[in-house]
């Protein structure tokens, strides 16, 4: 996809969507089922009652984008949270297209740089009382 990932928005659509749907009934969709602006640049994605197909619609300054994915085998995984919308992350996005449920996966501590000074600082306190 053509568009850089840490600044725009993304929704999705929770409520299975009619994939015969092109252009002008999912913007209409986002406009009036979601209370968005379609021509805000976000990234607006729709799922159909089976789950295996998927299609992604977002304007790019010169006109409607729609990107869509069907799948041969499986289903994309959803958490249905009862919601008409929901905000996802871009790290979200990918996942949901590669099958992988974000639910089940563990995250890994990373390097911190707050945790490092926190440490610093008590090790710098304590060495301190020590004396």
Request: a positive charge.
């Amino acid at each position: 996809m053509f568009f850089p990932e840490g600044s725009v928005r993304i929704f999705l659509h929770e409520r299975p969507v009619d994939m015969r749907k092109s252009f002008t009934g999912l913007t209409a969709l986002v406009q009036h089922g979601l209370g968005e602006d379609p021509l805000s640049g976000s990234l607006f994605v729709f799922v159909n009652r089976r789950g295996n197909y998927l299609k992604l619609i977002y304007w790019d300054r010169t006109g409607f984008c729609l990107w869509a994915k069907r799948l041969e085998r499986g289903v994309f995984v959803r958490r249905h949270s009862g919601v008409l919308k929901r905000a996802m992350s871009y790290t979200d996005l990918k996942l949901l297209l590669e099958g992988i449920d974000a639910s089940a996966v563990r995250r890994r501590r990373r390097f911190s740089l707050e945790r490092v000074r926190a440490t610093r600082e008590r090790f710098d306190h304590d060495a301190s009382h020590r004396e």
